[in-house]
């Protein structure tokens, strides 16, 4: 028993900081400012974000110890089974489960959404235990690009596929577009508002552009014969490439101009203050001062479209380009 | 090819690099061994404008090193420490990318691809992606970028460690080969029966200082003992509790 003890007070510090990595989303722009912005009424925005973070903070405590380590220990096969049964519980959404289960029972809450709530946890619990090769993985499937930064390109897109930003964007986009087609009347603006909340999701991302590049990718960076420019302007490309799919729905010209403005505002901390991020979870931003810069860049940006047309995205591509001249050269000068 | 002028880096009051003064003349098969925390892997940095020296300089290619040319870049092909790979490329495509991005074209980039992974026992794995690759395979993907350019100096940290034997030497067999049409060659290891088998160079470097430096055939032992002798002596602590009967 005192073995099993010291192995789920260790993994109850590693799945601890599993969890606070997850709800450590500090000035993510959609998280801060969505709900800023509408207030009650961006209570339909949280509802998003929860459900895109309810899979990875549905999954199993005991995958945080290496399959093979788990095997080394000598462990009888009781412990392993009481290990098994215990581990689950140090995931705080097992607690929940449990009381809306009570809740259920004493007809405060209905079955339907209890069976909904643990079909959602069940599958997140699940599905972090399917030994699934990376490789393989839908997210992984990005045709080849040509050019010379085809590759670059194609890499940067895998990787805005691994934050929930992407996923919060592609629900809002769905949504968006289904409201356009199920309402009677659309006022003329909302495009340009839900085009506003798909760029406002993928947005901090911009803030910290080789945050899923780690140490060895930026090392590889610096080694290839690019300018600081060309690298800046590889990870723009995937950027501007995902926000133009996800605002065809909507205002394509509005989510362009306004995805290069939150470039253009976040190639400085993307190369200035490099912070590495981990995979499945929000981006967790810069700072408040530059999510907010950011913001109202990328607000100005859609509504001049709406007033001067799509003639405005060529001032904004300019401004994006300019920056990525400008801080390509802290890309090429930076030292560790 | 290679040439150090006081070479030196400081990080606060620690001296990584103590101003290191070396040539390396071209096709030459530099090693430059010392123990963990010597500065090796601070001197291969500096070579490859990584990192900027504190004073002294560095020129490769007749190029100063720390202006961190374009042009440089070109030149020179680099297995750094800590690999440089990028988690969302797979295998073949990092070589598909190192071939664009140097500008060597397409057809001669997927041909020197396709040798350099059946060379390096990268064929099976090619679509594999390098998260997922054993250290050994990334080990041998980052090589593999380093030569597919043909680069004219090959800076290559530690290439032989966590490689299996007979990679290790087909890696070795093709250095030297590179070398004798004129790639420089200047490599970091601790193998030593690898550095006996190819090296044309040996510079020992303690503390950041060097304390050998000679061509081959005027080593005057066995590189071993000349390691031992100047480098560091093995000396051992009996753990007299392994293998005594547990507690």
Redesign the interface.
Known sequence: MARIAAILRALAVAFRRDWSSLVASGANNFLLFGMLFLQSAGLFLYLIAVLVLLLPASSDPLRTIPPVRLALWPLAPRERRLLRLLSPWLNPLTWLLAAVFVWALRGRVTFGLLALIAGLFAAGFLLSDLPV???RAIW?SIPSIP??????I??NL??IL?TLDFYCALLVSMAGLVWRISAHQVPPQAPIVIAIYVVLALSSHAQGLFG??????F??Y??????GWQILAAKDSAFLLVSLLLTLPSAPFAGIGAACLALAVGHGPSVKSRHSQLRWRFSPGSSFGTGLTQVVALTLAAAATAVGGAWVILPALALCAASAFWYGRGI??A?? | MISCRNLTRRFGDFTAVDHLIFDVSPGGICAFLGPNGAGKSTTLKMLTGLLPPTSGEAIVCRLNAAARSVTLKRRIGVLPEDLGLFDDLTVEEHLLLTGRVYGVSHDETRARAAQLLRALGLASASRTFAVACSHGMRKKTALAMALLPNPDVLFLDEPFEAIDPVTSKIMQELLASAARRGTTIFFTSHILTAVERIATQLILIRGGKIVHNSLAGDWPKSLEDLYFELVESPATEDLAWLGSPQS
Do not use: F, N, Y
């Open positions: 090769d990376p490789g992984r050019g010379p930064l085809g590759s670059l194609r890499k895998r990787e691994c899923l590049d780690g140490e060895s990718g090392v590889r610096r080694l290839l014969p690019l300018r090429e000068s030292s560790w």
